[in-house]
């Protein structure tokens, strides 16, 4: 495995791409280059990657609109499929929760994590004819956000899920605990930031103290 490297403003874009960068690591290098340092994860990564492409840092600009503060805030009971998303008050709050859950026939509704990325687009577009059927949309479909930049930030997510799915996690005593060591190994080098079986076996007597008492 290959260690990752520190940042400088001459590093190759595809070296930058290898390896894993929290956020906050990810603003803190936007903040040094004179880069825009609110947004996603995503979106902070495109800004340091334009950077990286030979754009000058006075040409990056925040490609998400911040949305304005609206007043008064929609109830449940004035949300209907035709609301816009944009400009009247709509927002993924306990309102929008209770409009969703009674949209659904549910008693408790969790906002998704698409529901949240197609807000972001929306926003960061402007889209002012999107309303709340087209968040219904993304519900239904999940080639939605299978390949969003957004989503490729659950990374760890992703990780821990793949990690406990495969039967070798239930001999330890602390699995989360051991996701978390294969998860720095990987996620310090330059290989694929996902679970494989076999890190758990190249790295099996490192993890041995949590094995369950045979």
Same mark, same amino acid.
Request: charged share 25%.
């Given at each position: 495995?290959?260690k990752?490297?520190?940042f400088t #403003?001459?590093?190759?874009?595809?070296?930058?791409?290898?390896?894993? *960068?929290?956020?906050a690591?990810?603003?803190?290098i936007?903040l040094?280059?004179?880069? !825009?340092?609110?947004?996603?994860?995503?979106?902070?990564?495109?800004?340091?990657?334009?950077?990286l492409?030979?754009q000058? !840092? #006075?040409?990056i600009?925040?490609?998400?609109?911040?949305?304005?503060?609206?007043?008064?805030? @929609?109830?449940?009971?004035?949300?209907?499929? =035709?609301?816009?998303?944009?400009?009247?008050?709509?927002?993924?709050? #306990?309102?929008?929760?209770?409009? $969703?859950?009674?949209?659904?026939? &549910? #008693?408790?509704?969790s906002?998704?994590?698409?529901?949240?990325i197609?807000?972001?687009?929306?926003?960061r @577009?402007?889209?002012?004819s999107?309303?709340?059927?087209?968040? &219904?949309?993304?519900?239904?479909?999940?080639?939605?956000?299978t +390949?969003?930049?957004?989503?490729?930030?659950?990374? *760890?997510?992703?990780? %821990?899920? =793949?990690?406990?799915? =495969?039967?070798?996690? +239930?001999?330890?005593?602390? !699995? @989360?605990?051991?996701?978390?060591i294969? *998860?720095?190994?990987?996620?310090?080098?330059?290989?694929?930031?996902s679970?494989?079986?076999?890190?758990? %076996?190249?790295?099996?007597?490192?993890?041995?103290? $949590? @094995?369950?008492?045979?």
């Amino acid at each position: 495995m290959t260690k990752r490297p520190d940042f400088t #403003q001459t590093m190759n874009p595809l070296v930058f791409k290898r390896f894993y *960068w929290y956020q906050a690591e990810l603003r803190q290098i936007c903040l040094q280059q004179g880069l !825009p340092t609110t947004g996603t994860k995503a979106e902070l990564t495109a800004y340091v990657l334009a950077l990286l492409n030979g754009q000058a !840092p #006075q040409d990056i600009h925040l490609v998400r609109k911040r949305r304005r503060k609206l007043s008064p805030k @929609l109830t449940a009971e004035h949300i209907t499929l =035709d609301t816009k998303l944009l400009n009247s008050g709509f927002a993924l709050n #306990q309102e929008a929760r209770s409009f $969703f859950a009674h949209y659904f026939g &549910i #008693q408790k509704f969790s906002f998704r994590k698409s529901m949240a990325i197609k807000m972001r687009t929306v926003e960061r @577009l402007a889209d002012t004819s999107a309303t709340v059927a087209d968040l &219904i949309a993304v519900l239904a479909s999940t080639s939605a956000t299978t +390949k969003s930049a957004e989503e490729a930030t659950y990374q *760890w997510n992703n990780f %821990v899920k =793949d990690f406990c799915n =495969d039967p070798i996690s +239930k001999l330890y005593t602390e !699995p @989360l605990k051991v996701a978390a060591i294969l *998860w720095q190994k990987v996620r310090d080098s330059d290989q694929p930031k996902s679970y494989r079986h076999a890190l758990v %076996v190249k790295h099996a007597s490192e993890l041995s103290r $949590f @094995l369950k008492p045979s």
